[in-house]
């Protein structure tokens, strides 16, 4: 498994954003799967959503130890557009992508286990995700990490399911 570093994506960095999205959803749309085919020509109201998150300081590219860039992830400590309000304390991630030519690696598993400590260290008791629920294939993934479905959120978009892993 590669070692990975977090590097914090500043507003400069919107077109390198908005080109990692378009990428992944061309990836996904191969592999027929009807999912984040908006990010293609995104609406203004998602690219709002990208930058606010950006000036928010959530968003961070994946990078391995030779500074070579091999994603991106976005960490909140509040998600009430998919969560609403919650008690208990939680990261809540978004936006995962690991680029094709490093799929396989176990690259976003990594990344999940690097949340999850800095969620522990925060004293979080969840980490929390969503998947478009039209990809069986992601959704399979995330439980086969441990995450377990515990709801459902409809937006006008898509169908998401929610996902948390308890932080021992």
């Known amino acids: 498994m590669t070692d990975i570093a977090f590097r914090q994506i500043r507003v400069k960095d919107l077109p390198l954003v908005l080109n990692l999205l378009k990428e992944a959803a061309e990836k996904i749309n191969r592999m027929q799967i009807d999912h984040w085919q908006y990010w293609k020509n995104p609406p203004q109201e998602k690219v709002r959503w990208i930058e606010e998150g950006i000036k ?3 968003f ?13 992830v976005r960490m909140l400590r509040e998600d009430i557009l ?14 995962l992508i690991v680029k ?7 690259i976003g598993q990594r990344v999940l286990e690097e949340i999850g400590q800095k969620a522990k260290n925060k004293d979080c008791q969840y980490l929390r995700l969503d998947s478009d629920s039209k990809n069986l294939k992601l959704c399979k993934y995330y439980e ?8 459902v959120k409809n937006l006008p978009l898509s169908t998401y399911n929610l996902y948390q892993k308890r932080i021992l």
């Open 100 to 106: 094709e030519a490093y799929n396989g690696k176990g």
């Open 144 to 151: 086969n990490l441990g995450f377990r479905k515990v709801g």
């Open 82 to 95: 998919y969560w609403g309000k919650q008690k208990d304390k939680a990261f809540y991630v978004h936006s």
């Open 56 to 58: 928010n300081g959530e």
């Open 60 to 72: 961070y590219f994946v990078d391995d130890l030779a500074n070579n860039n091999i994603g991106m």
